[in-house]
């Protein structure tokens, strides 16, 4: 993965600005995943599950959403977006 475990915290940082809730839940080591409830957007983080795998639902929930087109982000996390929404 082209994003290293310290920028985890970054990711968390956009899904907020784009008033996503993270929420912290043990969920049986999936990783997490974003999710909308009564009308609001919440990111799961899986506390079960190890760094890297929480690192990728975190990367693919941002990739998921269009607005964080209008973000600012790192070239290197704006690379590994590019390369998500584009695999296959």
């Known amino acids: 993965m082209a994003v290293s475990q310290g920028q985890y ?3 968390l940082d956009l899904l907020a600005r784009l008033d996503i809730t993270a929420r ?3 969920l ?3 990783g997490g995943g974003l999710c909308s409830m009564q009308g609001r ?3 799961f983080v899986d506390l ?3 760094p890297a795998t929480r690192l990728d639902a975190a990367l693919g929930a941002l990739a998921s ?3 964080a087109d209008g973000l600012y982000l790192p070239p290197n996390l704006r690379d590994e977006l590019d390369r998500r929404r584009t695999a296959p």
């Open 9 to 11: 915290d970054e990711i």
């Open 24 to 26: 912290q839940e043990h």
């Open 28 to 30: 049986g080591g999936s």
């Open 48 to 50: 079960d599950a190890d």
């Open 41 to 43: 957007q919440i990111f």
């Open 65 to 67: 959403l269009p607005a």
